[in-house]
């Protein structure tokens, strides 16, 4: 689906005073500006629209409830326990248990720690532990990583429709 933008208008552009057109750039869809912003032949209505129908890709027919109903919760809990407790050679778990390391991983991506300098922050959906900027992925960092996502059997269809 291409993406339809508006004409662009003298208020977001100008002549720069050497001469270059390109000085100034379309505002954001939150991104505040001058009075003319708000006038409804020029309000930006997309942020309103953050979930269209034709984003989901289970379709309008879909029954979300229904579908979470059918989870074996209790094996869902066993699966979770499972993973969490089960000491892997190539990343043994502290103590026997996963939950430390899953709290600190969680804690370096959601927190504030160290946006200062690129590290961290959940603006950027990244983890302090390896920097954006970084070269090759470490394999630390990919074992942590694996420890995440390895119990899906126990839900009766993901959100994608595979069982």
Same mark, same amino acid.
């Given at each position: 689906m291409p993406e339809q933008h508006p004409p662009i208008t003298e208020t977001t552009t100008g002549a720069a005073s050497n001469g270059c057109p390109v000085v100034g750039h379309m505002k954001y869809p939150v991104e505040g500006g001058g009075n003319q912003d708000w006038w409804p032949n020029r309000l930006n209505l997309k942020v309103l629209h953050q979930n269209p129908a034709v984003a989901d890709p289970m379709g309008a027919a879909f029954d979300y409830a229904a579908e979470v109903a059918t989870i074996d919760v209790d094996a869902l809990t066993r699966d979770i326990e499972e993973v969490m407790t089960t000491s892997?050679?190539?990343?043994?778990?502290?103590? *026997?248990? $996963?939950?430390?390391?899953?709290? %600190?991983?969680?804690?370096? @991506? +959601? *927190?504030? $720690?160290?946006?200062?300098?690129? %590290?961290?922050?959940?603006? @950027? +959906?990244?983890?302090?532990?390896?920097?954006?900027t970084a070269g090759p992925t470490t394999p630390a960092w990919t074992r942590r990583a694996g420890c995440c996502g390895r119990s899906r059997r126990s839900t009766a269809r993901s959100s994608h429709g595979r069982t």
């Open positions: 892997q050679p190539w990343w043994p778990a502290d103590y *026997g248990h $996963y939950g430390p390391l899953f709290i %600190r991983m969680a804690w370096h @991506a +959601a *927190g504030t $720690y160290r946006i200062h300098d690129g %590290r961290g922050g959940a603006g @950027a +959906a990244c983890s302090g532990s390896r920097r954006l």
